[in-house]
């Protein structure tokens, strides 16, 4: 594997950077957080704009037709800027959801609209009840040529905020399907959770018999675990990012607050914390990278096996640096006013998604007992 981006990749990373810097600063993060949506029309057609929000999509329906080692970059970035808003959520899951489990007249019609960021979509596909990789709790019937679904999703990110809901559900013959279901219509609620991270939305969505559009692909349960993988690799390379802001901000403060007449930054307790905050994201950074690439090019099976290697070591690694960075500040950390605590909450929800450390490392015990 070459761990060296390629020339347009960097000019990729550098684009999206200057965007944030200018068009989504910290002011703008901080505005976004009682925000429902969590973003501005300006800032997501800026996405849109620089071709971001079609990464993943084909070039034959408008998007770049490119892979998650492309898009690892502008994550990457996204981490680092704390962005709120429905990227992830759009570009990796529903994007990703309608390519692996459309039929080609599903990408038609859907895949044009959300390449342009003219439509918003997002995934729903983890249940109110534990879920199994065969088995959802929430169900599809068939009603005449009408399919209706009804079952509750949690977790769903940037429920809001989305224009089209993509929602997992069994049917009557044991099937998996996935409906596309437009927000705000009959029979749906979408409600959203007070979470600890303001700059990440997400939402509880009760469907009581709500009308969806079944895709056509014939493989929903594998297009299902792709996801899965793809939006683990995306939390992960956003964790990167914050974690290594989070890093620098302690640097920097290290090398200006003094006590003893001294920088704090030189005494050997505060060196040390650093150095182990740098090789934790350097670790990292190698476990997420690889994960890209095998979402890109590997076997089912050791695509999983890297995903979840990636979110086991990060889950609790990228939450000590943003606790390590807060020690390194001091009482000045705690403040609301300070830019590290943003970055720390948004570290909390990576240590908590997909089960934490706890549940990525049974996971991954389960792969290697299963051969």
Known sequence: MDTDFDTHQEMLRDSVRRFLANQAPMSFVRSMMDDPAGITPEVWNGLAELGETGMLVPEEYGGAGMGMVDLAPALE????SA????FRSHAVGAVSLLVLAGSGDDHARWLPDMASGASKGTVAIIDNAPMTADQSSTIATLDGDTWKITGTKVHVPDGVCADLLLISADTADGDTGIFVVPNRTDRLTVSPLDTVDQTQKFSTVICEGVIGERLGGTDAPTALAVV???LGVAAVLDGLGAASVAL?????????RRQFDRPIGSFQAVQHLCADMLQTIELGRAGVYYAAWAC???DATERHRAVTMAQAF????FYTIGASAIQVLGGVGFTWTHDIHIYYKRLLTLSTAAGGTT???EELASIILDG
């Open 359 to 361: 549940g990525q490392l």
């Open 314 to 317: 990060s889950a609790d690694a």
């Open 228 to 230: 899965q993988d793809r």
């Open 296 to 298: 890109d090019s590997a």
């Open 83 to 86: 962005l709120p808003g429905p």
């Open 248 to 256: 620098n901000i302690a640097v920097s403060y290290a090398k200006e």
């Open 77 to 80: 970035e996204m981490g680092r």
